[in-house]
């Protein structure tokens, strides 16, 4: 499986972004099966889990401090994920990355990971 992130950039405080991450490597029918999350690291922190979507029992999950303007989705016919992220601000600067598993039950057990994208939120 392979992940592939894009959308980030450099965005005002305020802003928007939408990004994508594209799966290939795996059948529409088999990626449809798998949970999928966003991830992000700041310099010096430790990644963080921003929120996932888990297709056997329907949770989305959001972090606390994206509810309300971050949304995760899935295009399942594209085998693509997206993360919309609405009233940017600085503290969400970080490198994004895509995750996936078929059977993850914690945000440690994410297996395939893609190489990540650059969101720099400036005020």
């Known amino acids: 499986v392979q992940l592939v992130e894009s959308g980030g950039g450099l965005v005002q405080a305020g802003g928007s972004l939408r990004l994508s991450c594209a799966a290939s490597?795996?059948?529409?029918?088999?990626?449809?099966?798998?949970?999928v999350g966003w991830f992000r690291q700041a310099a010096g922190k430790e990644r963080e889990l921003v929120a996932a979507?888990?297709?056997?029992?329907?949770?989305?999950y959001y972090a606390d401090s994206v509810k309300g303007r971050f949304t995760i989705s899935r295009d399942y016919a594209m085998n693509t994920v997206f993360l919309q992220m609405v009233g940017l601000k600085p503290e969400d600067t970080a490198v994004y990355y895509c995750a996936a598993d078929p059977t993850v039950a914690t945000p440690d057990g994410f297996d395939y990971w893609g190489r990540g994208t650059q969101v720099t939120v400036f005020s």
């Open positions: 979507m888990r297709t056997d029992d329907g949770i989305i």
């Open positions: 490597g795996l059948s529409v029918s088999t990626f449809s099966t798998y949970a």
